[in-house]
């Protein structure tokens, strides 16, 4: 079945830890990929997305993600993560002719200080 | 910053007893979209409306579910007869025109009883 998939469920590192989160998806043809961020007891909120161009795209608080189109992949990345980032982290992914979102099983990542 | 808001927050209801999720999206946008996050699970797609009218749905939106935009402002999600299994958190999201970003509300947690 067609699906997005992140590999991790679970991801704990300390402070000035580099961050990867992986997503992967099994849609051909072109779509949209995006990255949401949801902070305890907050709202999904966009981190970045990718429509096309640039392979690399850079989102808010020094996220970056990357499209490997051979891969079929959009990991998520930060150089140095911060206590601020812990956080459930869902890719999503807007198969083509579609409008809806489908999402990946979601990454809690907790920073510890 | 513009933002979409639901309400309620919370909602605890009995096994069929009607509820009605609601909405207010962004104010210039015309795209609408109801998901659902069952506890543990994956956030998942239920509906998208345009123009008044359902533009696509989920084999998880049956005839239980309907959805309206009562006025200009609100956009609603009804379940007719709620089932245990309904319990989860109600995403709504909105998206303009020209822009394939949707943006999340901080969501409806039902809890059927």
């Known amino acids: 079945a067609q699906s997005v998939s992140q590999h991790n469920h679970h991801v704990i590192l300390s402070e000035a830890a580099s961050l990867e989160l992986g997503c992967n998806y099994s849609?051909?043809?072109?779509?949209?990929l995006f990255w949401y961020v949801q902070y305890p007891g907050q709202h999904l909120q966009l981190l970045l997305k990718?429509?096309?161009?640039?392979?690399l795209v850079k989102g808010i608080k020094g996220f970056e993600a990357e499209f490997i189109k051979s891969k079929f992949s959009f990991n998520l990345r930060k150089p140095s993560v911060q206590w601020s980032d812990t956080a459930e982290y869902f890719c999503?992914?807007?198969?083509?002719?579609?409008?809806?979102?489908?999402f990946g099983s979601g990454t809690r990542l907790q920073v510890q200080p | 910053e513009p933002e979409v808001t639901q309400t309620p927050s919370h909602q605890v209801t009995q096994m069929g007893q009607e509820v009605i999720l609601r909405c207010v999206p962004i104010s210039n946008h015309l795209y609408f979209y109801w998901y659902r996050q069952i506890l543990g699970q994956k956030v998942e797609f239920l509906v998208s409306?345009?123009?008044?009218?359902?533009?696509?749905k989920s084999e998880i939106f049956d005839d239980q579910f309907s959805v309206e935009r009562p006025d200009g402002s609100n956009f609603t999600l009804k379940i007719r007869s709620t089932k245990l299994e309904d319990s989860a958190m109600y995403f709504c999201a909105s998206r303009g025109t020209g822009d394939e970003t949707q943006y999340f509300g901080p969501g409806t947690r039902l809890l059927v009883l």
């Open positions: 849609y051909g043809g072109t779509v949209n």
């Open positions: 409306f345009y123009n008044n009218e359902i533009s696509e």
């Open positions: 999503a992914v807007c198969p083509p002719g579609r409008r809806a979102l489908t």
């Open positions: 990718y429509f096309s161009g640039d392979p």
